[in-house]
């Protein structure tokens, strides 16, 4: 005997809101998504420019959690992440929402294999800076903090990408 159980929106994978102003553009390279765009090259509409961030972020930490679904299952650990996240992701797209989202993104990165490989399709040397490098000096203490302030997280991440280059005791292959 199958046990039925309802399907609802939530369990159909890649259903997700489509905004026309994502239409348009391409996905944000990782870098830009981390870091942000170079002063040279931000509109006059900030505002805007900061929603399609959010967005774009929205989307790949959605995409995150149901590959967590995929990996773990329907656990109690599971629920209790999609909660977590779900909070994170109802946040508003100001500098702590936005922060939050990046620190949550780079936490993936660090975690997550398959994150990982889909980012250095497109900037394999960033990707691995932070694999190797970076992130393992950083996400710990920021665990040991509790997460509590994201926006350090990648204020350390993108000074130590671009412009800490030097070897911080990982091996090099």
């Keep these: 005997m199958v046990h039925e159980q309802l399907v609802s929106l939530a369990h159909v994978l890649g259903v997700h ?3 026309s102003q994502d239409l348009r553009k391409r996905m944000q390279p990782l ?15 900030n505002y805007v420019e900061v929603a399609a961030l959010g ?26 992440a999609k909660r977590e996240w779900g909070l994170l992701l109802g946040a508003e797209y100001d500098y702590a929402g936005i922060a939050a989202r990046r620190a949550a993104l780079l936490f993936a990165l660090h975690t997550l294999a398959p994150v990982r490989t889909h ?18 000096a950083t996400i710990p203490s920021f665990l040991s903090g509790m997460a509590q302030r994201p926006e350090a997280l990648v204020v350390m991440c993108s000074t130590l990408t671009s412009m800490w280059r030097e070897n911080m005791g990982e091996r090099v292959l």
Excluded: C, N, W
């Design 55 to 80: 967005r774009s972020l929205d989307r790949i930490l959605g995409g995150v959690m149901d590959l967590l679904g995929r990996e773990t299952g329907e656990t109690e650990a599971y629920a209790q």
């Design 31 to 45: 870098s830009t998504l981390l870091f942000g765009q170079p002063l040279t090259a931000r509109g006059k509409d």
């Design 17 to 19: 809101r489509v905004h």
């Design 119 to 136: 980012f250095a399709k497109r900037e394999p040397e960033l990707v691995a800076d932070l694999e190797t490098r970076v992130l393992p």
